[in-house]
Nanobody
Framework: VQLVESGGGLAQPGGSLRLSCAAS????????MAWVRQAPGKELEWVAG????????VYADSVKGRFTISTDNAKNTMYLQMDDLKSEDTAVYYC???????????????????RGQGTQVTVSS
């Protein structure tokens, strides 16, 4: 299993970034996927998750209306479009795969233990 994130960097408050996650080594179109993040000194936090079909998405309240998760099964890639960024969005963002194929409870980081190396997102003026 390999999950490789990209697209992080420095953004100003109110700005945008688009994260990508290239997946390989497993049948991408049979796993629920998610983005989670960890800020310095804080626990791992749920950001967004998406069902296999893409028809169901679950966002943390803190990002709802600003972030959009999506997948492209043909490219084995997941995305996170982040708009109207805030300083509190600063964290390392991880692409995460559900622990087992099929449906996984969206919103529980414990169900998404397989993660990439992460990409740093810093929001600052």
């Amino acid at each position: 299993v390999q999950l490789v994130e990209s697209g992080g960097g420095l953004a100003q408050p109110g700005g945008s970034l688009r994260l990508s996650c290239a997946a390989s080594g497993f049948p991408f179109d049979t796993y629920t996927m998610a983005w989670v993040r960890q800020a310095p000194g804080k626990e791992l936090e749920w950001v967004a998750g998406i069902s296999i079909s893409g028809s169901v998405t679950v966002y943390a309240d803190s990002v709802k209306g600003r972030f959009t998760i999506s997948t492209d099964n043909a490219k084995n890639t997941m995305y996170l479009q982040m708009d109207d960024l805030k300083s509190e969005d600063t964290a390392v963002y991880y692409c995460a795969k559900a622990n087992r194929p099929g449906w996984a409870p969206l919103g529980d980081v414990r169900e998404f233990a397989s993660r990439g190396q992460g990409t740093q997102v810093t929001v600052s003026s």
